[in-house]
């Protein structure tokens, strides 16, 4: 698809800059700036003149993140806002500190006894904390409780920068992101465990996510794990898979098997790789970017390719589903944060048309599959009847 035909289809906002909100541009970076949903950006940013203290400042959707919702000081090495609720979650070394934003209020508090390589919050409940050895759940809410143990961290993640933790709806799935640098490239490797089975894969990818969507012929929605990556050819791949517990009467995915293929742009570098994944249910479509801010969507039906459209002239650090657009909300290392939004009605028209297209083509080879099984019965029968007037 040209760039020009994707720019009727979509739209990018620019709405502010970090840097209006007095963060130098130097702060701007993936470990500084952060957003567990759409509802709060929160920035971790200058230190305090000579002190070990740094500013922090969070940022509200109700206000397109124009304003400054809440600001304070910290000694903690890195700061979380709950994904809906106004908390905040400080990190300061081993030890972790909740707090409301409108009463001031310690809320709870824990600590670890190992070094933490990453942290996140995978539902409203629980953090998620990952340790050189171990990888481990603080149920916020309970009384007195310190991070259980979920299972050992493995020796492929140790050698890789973890980016990513997340887990489905439902808390029975989880993955876990580590990227490092191998030969010309990025790569990435991606920890999958089943909480219910006590299973463990690693497989070789870049970015994740769970979703749950509702495919058109199935009576019931369907828990989905998406995985995007990139190969040493410039190539990517994105998988749609379903994920048990099975719900009776659904039929699988079309494309749980099938493969979306992206061709990266080599004017984006050698180093370009998928960085996130989202899904929107109420569009039926997957988005994925690149660091170097390349936005590709795709039909989560059929797995046909709608779009593919740069978005920044920067690279992206974080994006999330906007979930009042169902487009995209990112963040640049230029400060800029940006809306990507669907043009609606030609959106719509754009994919029933490919989805059409792919369906077609998808026919078409299985009838060329029957008629070539039909011919190879045809010849099976014919040398069959030949050896039986001869026998």
Same mark, same amino acid.
């Given at each position: 698809m040209h760039?020009?035909? #994707?720019?009727?289809?979509?739209?990018?906002?620019d709405v502010v800059n970090l840097t209006d909100h007095n963060v130098p541009h130097s702060e701007i970076?993936?470990?500084?700036? %952060?957003?567990t949903s759409d509802r709060w950006i929160c920035v971790r940013h200058s230190k305090i003149d000579s002190t070990k203290t740094f500013r922090w400042i969070v940022l509200d959707q109700e206000n397109d993140y124009k304003h400054i919702s809440y600001s304070g000081s910290t000694v903690?090495? %890195?700061?979380?806002? =709950?994904?809906?609720?106004? /908390?905040?979650a400080f990190k300061a070394f081993k030890t972790f500190q909740v707090f409301n934003l409108d009463t001031k209020s310690l809320l709870c508090e824990t600590? =670890?006894?190992e070094k933490v390589l990453f942290w996140t919050w995978l539902n409203s409940d629980v953090i998620g904390i990952i340790t050189e050895t171990a990888i481990c759940h603080w149920f916020v809410w309970k009384e007195e409780t310190s991070p259980k143990k979920v299972l050992n961290n493995h020796r492929r993640l140790?050698?890789?920068? /973890?980016?990513s933790y997340k887990a489905d =709806? #439902?808390?029975?799935?989880? #993955?876990?992101t580590g990227l490092f640098e191998e030969g010309n490239g990025i790569s990435g490797i991606i920890l999958v465990h089943s909480v219910s089975e006590n299973l463990t894969q690693c497989i070789s990818a870049h970015a994740v996510c769970f979703a749950e969507y509702h495919f058109q012929d199935n009576p019931y929605p369907s828990n989905v794990f998406c995985v995007a990556s990139r190969d040493t050819r410039s190539h990517g791949n994105i998988h749609v898979i379903e994920l048990h517990p099975y719900r009776k009467g659904n039929l699988a995915p079309k494309n749980t098997c099938d493969r979306i293929h992206v061709d990266f742009l080599d004017s984006f570098g050698k180093y370009d790789f998928p960085t996130t994944i989202q899904v929107s249910s109420r569009y039926g479509v997957l988005f994925m970017i690149t660091k170097y801010s390349v936005l590709y969507i795709c039909d989560m039906e059929t797995a046909a390719p709608l779009i593919c459209s740069g978005i920044s002239n920067d690279i992206i650090i974080t994006a999330t589903l906007n979930t009042k657009t169902q487009g995209i909300l990112g963040i640049s290392k230029d400060g800029m944060v940006i809306f990507v939004n669907l043009q609606k009605t030609k959106f719509v028209y754009k994919r029933k048309h490919a989805v059409k297209k792919n369906v077609q083509a998808s026919l078409s080879e299985e009838k060329k599959i029957l008629e070539v099984d039909k011919m190879t019965s045809d010849k099976c029968q014919s040398v069959h009847r030949k050896t039986n007037a001869s026998q």
């Open positions: 760039l020009t035909e #994707a720019n009727v289809l979509i739209s990018v906002v970076t993936w470990s500084r700036v %952060s957003m903690a090495d %890195s700061v979380l806002m =709950h994904p809906s609720e106004p /908390i905040i600590s =670890h006894g140790k050698s890789t920068q /973890i980016v =709806h #439902a808390m029975r799935w989880l #993955a876990i």
